[in-house]
């Protein structure tokens, strides 16, 4: 898929305030604005346009906009994240989405979804059912891509305690190539195509992010760097240590369209 867009949204001063389970200690929020500037020059370099949106306050994980929607060629949803914190940050995101992308969608009470949790392959979704995304939440989304004639599978990944969302374990490369942990393999069904393992302490490498022709990976881990290199993929490994402190990865930080 070629990507002309994405949103954005820079870290707030109250970053550190943000949710987080990693035990890798606080962000330096100084750090994590010129990581993610760098992130952003990364996406420009790739041809993207950037809609910048500025730092919300009371939204101390608003700079992992991913959560808050899906967009897919035919239909963008507004999310519902599964923290009640977090539910700040959407209004905002759907005020741009609506001026860029016309009549939106919206996952609706009891259901809860966070976009992470929501992995496209091809015009196929899988969908996690996770602590953030709920049973309702992922059913409205499953109704809601059948009948822009998409479709979808849901995840029970409540078991898989390593992983916050279904894509902070898998990434999809395009061409029926996976790249992940293994035990997601499983879950997911995948037997066709190829899929590349990550081991386990490269594990929060698996979520990279394919933009026109570039690899995004996150920084420090070769063995995942040095397979995507020998398959022919050009990678740009970008540092992400304050945003991996915050349970974020490279997906998590922008919207892509």
Do not use: W
Request: glycine content about 8%; some cysteine.
């Amino acid at each position: 898929m070629h990507f002309h867009d994405a949103i954005v949204r820079p870290p707030d001063e109250e970053y550190t305030l943000g949710l987080t389970s990693s035990g890798e200690g606080r962000p330096d929020v100084a750090k994590a604005l010129l990581q993610h500037a760098a992130y952003c020059q990364a996406l420009r370099d790739c041809g993207v346009t950037l809609h910048e949106m500025p730092a919300e306050k009371g939204c101390p994980d608003g700079t992992f906009v991913e959560d808050t929607a899906l967009i897919a060629a035919r239909v963008t949803i507004v999310a519902r994240p599964g923290a009640e914190s977090r539910r700040g940050e959407v209004s905002s995101v759907a005020a741009l989405l609506t001026r860029l992308r016309g009549n939106l969608k919206v996952i609706e009470a009891p259901g809860t979804l966070d976009a992470g949790d929501v992995c496209q392959v091809d015009e196929h979704f899988f969908i996690g059912h996770t602590a953030r995304t709920n049973e309702d939440g992922a059913a409205q989304l499953r109704a809601i891509l059948s009948r822009h004639a998409y479709t979808s599978s849901i995840l029970d990944l409540r078991a898989q305690k390593k992983f916050l969302h279904l894509k902070s374990g898998i990434s999809y490369l395009g061409e029926r190539r996976f790249v992940g942990a293994p035990e997601l393999r499983r879950v997911c069904g995948i037997e066709k195509g190829e899929f590349l393992e990550v081991a386990d302490h490269e594990s929060y490498a698996a979520n990279c992010i394919v933009v026109n022709g570039r690899v995004l990976i996150a920084a420090g881990y070769p063995a995942m760097a040095d397979m995507l290199s020998a398959r022919g993929y050009r990678t740009e490994p970008l540092d992400m240590s304050e945003f991996r402190k915050m349970d974020g990865g490279l997906s998590c930080l922008s919207l892509r369209f």
